[in-house]
């Protein structure tokens, strides 16, 4: 199971913190991944960590204002985010991938999800 939390409304340039607990099983040798969801688009990729966390990856429209870390000792991947735009607005979910071993941007290799959690960026 994984749990999203540290969402909210936050004004434009501002940051905020998710985090992403896991529970059940042992995610420390999965890629994890973030994804989000405007309403009205597609769920689209943002960024995923290796599973010792010395590789990431992320989409070109976060690059340099997001961050992806993990704590593998607490079972939980970060989404740092900073100088947030009203753009970033969208619910934001955590993924698994167990099986392919590389980090991918795409959705149908992640296995196990979050349920969700709300940012909302205010211009």
């Known amino acids: 199971q994984l749990v999203e939390s540290g969402g909210g409304l936050v004004q434009a340039g501002g940051s905020l913190r998710l985090s992403c607990a896991a529970s059940g099983r042992t995610f420390s040798s999965y890629v994890m991944g973030w994804f989000r969801q405007a309403p009205g688009k597609e769920r689209e990729f943002v960024g995923a960590i290796n599973w010792s966390g010395q590789h990431t990856y992320y989409a070109d429209s976060v690059k340099g204002r997001f961050t992806i870390s993990r704590d593998n000792d607490k079972n939980t991947v970060y989404l740092q985010m900073n100088s947030l735009k009203p753009e970033d607005t969208a619910v934001y979910y955590c993924?698994?991938?167990?099986?392919?071993?590389?980090?991918?941007?795409?959705?149908?290799?992640?296995?196990?999800w979050g349920q969700g959690t709300q940012v909302t960026v205010s211009s």
């Open positions: 993924a698994a991938d167990h099986k392919t071993g590389y980090l991918t941007s795409l959705i149908a290799r992640y296995d196990y």
